[in-house]
């Protein structure tokens, strides 16, 4: 079985992390929070990143990188940030100079990832960044490799993998108990109106790319292992509205052991299941995926309550404490590598009408 901790032990990650150099991050008998920069200020910043960070214990909003001169009154004035520590995209390499700041948090569309990741760990920064990860594999390749160059950390925005429920299905991954995982379905989704630069290629829209990392990820996680084959088909109800992207795709990736995922997801129908059938049992949750309520049963009639926390609040403070005490990130760049190794596969699968491709991660 490909485990995936097992991957993470085998690549050197752990040995990579305790090797790296953390200064003035804990003191003895106490603790410090890390300063966090947000990247963009559009409504995943305004509506959940910013208002996490106010309940979070390990770190804190102190910076803004926006090309927005006319937000950055209302959030100086919301959160206290000095002029001091106010960039635009022209000007945030000079984030190098303020040690105010730990941590930048790329929050832009899904081409401009890449870019300022790499901007951010060239001033000598750690560097999370939200899902997908990037464009392709080898935008990936060099996010990471521009982190190890400056040794900083990279971490990806994969909030489900804090979340309560979602971590039972990776332990469960190991432990099964209700035997061998033999089938999963996992499906993600929304109907969308008006998806704005979602719906431009160049930019890195599409449902896959937003929404479709869902039950990948968690397809991935939830089997513990990396799928060897994919088969997939992309499809529009809206062509005058999805011109350039999917609008809905369907995945099916192939495990070893047999193992299967049907994975949907869209921006023209609503869906929210994870739903995984074992040799002795099953257990699903629904919702798996949204930023709250993410609850589930098991056939034999336990049930998986709703975490009472802040989702991305609990996100950020285990990476900042994975930061400070020298820990892997539960979700670090090359996890974000693998699922877009995966995407790149399964859009090509979809171009050439569903053909069954086999996947390779070197």
């Not at 208002?51 to 979070?56: G, K, N, R």
């Not at 008006?194 to 089997?223: F, I, K, Q």
């Not at 699903?284 to 991305?312: A, C, H, I, W």
């Amino acid at each position: 079985m490909n485990n995936r901790r097992t991957f993470i032990k085998k690549s050197g990650l752990l040995l990579t992390a305790l090797s790296l150099p953390i200064p003035n991050l804990l003191f003895a008998g106490g603790k410090k929070k890390l300063g966090v920069a947000l990247v963009g200020l559009g409504g995943y910043s305004s509506n959940q990143l910013a208002p996490a960070l106010q309940l979070t214990e390990y770190c804190e909003l102190r910076g803004i990188v926006t090309g927005s001169p006319e937000k950055i009154p209302q959030w100086q004035e919301k959160y206290g940030i000095p002029d001091a520590n106010v960039y635009n995209y022209d000007n945030m390499h000079e984030i190098a100079n303020n040690d105010d700041i730990e941590v930048i948090y790329i929050v832009l569309p899904n081409s401009m990832h890449a870019k300022y990741s790499i901007i951010a760990a060239n001033a000598g920064k750690h560097v999370w960044c939200e899902k997908p990860m990037a464009m392709n594999a080898e935008e990936c390749r060099e996010m990471i490799a521009a982190c190890e160059k400056n040794k900083v950390r990279l971490a990806i925005g994969y909030r489900l993998q804090h979340e309560k429920n979602n971590r039972i299905m990776m332990k469960w991954a190991e432990t099964h108990p209700y035997g061998p995982i033999q089938e999963l379905t996992a499906e993600a989704g929304f109907f969308s109106q008006n998806p704005g630069w979602r719906a431009v290629e160049e930019m890195g829209g599409g449902a896959m790319y937003d929404m479709g990392v869902y039950p990948l990820n968690t397809s991935r996680y939830t089997t513990g292992m990396e799928p060897i084959a994919v088969s997939a088909k992309s499809s529009t109800s809206r062509p005058e509205l999805f011109k350039e992207v999917d609008e809905t795709m369907d995945f099916t990736l192939e495990f070893p052991d047999g193992i299967t995922a049907h994975c949907r997801t869209s921006f023209g129908e609503g869906m929210n299941i994870l739903d995984v059938t074992c040799r002795n049992g099953s257990y699903y949750l629904q919702p798996f995926q949204t930023y709250s309520g993410v609850k589930g049963r098991t056939s034999d009639g336990k049930f998986l309550e709703p975490m009472r926390k802040n989702q991305q609040a609990v996100q950020m403070d285990d990476d900042a404490l994975a930061i400070m005490q020298h820990e892997p990130f539960i979700a670090p760049g090359e996890d974000g590598l693998k699922d877009i190794i995966v995407l790149e596969k399964i859009y090509e699968s979809a171009a050439q009408g569903g053909k069954k491709l086999k996947i390779e991660y070197s």
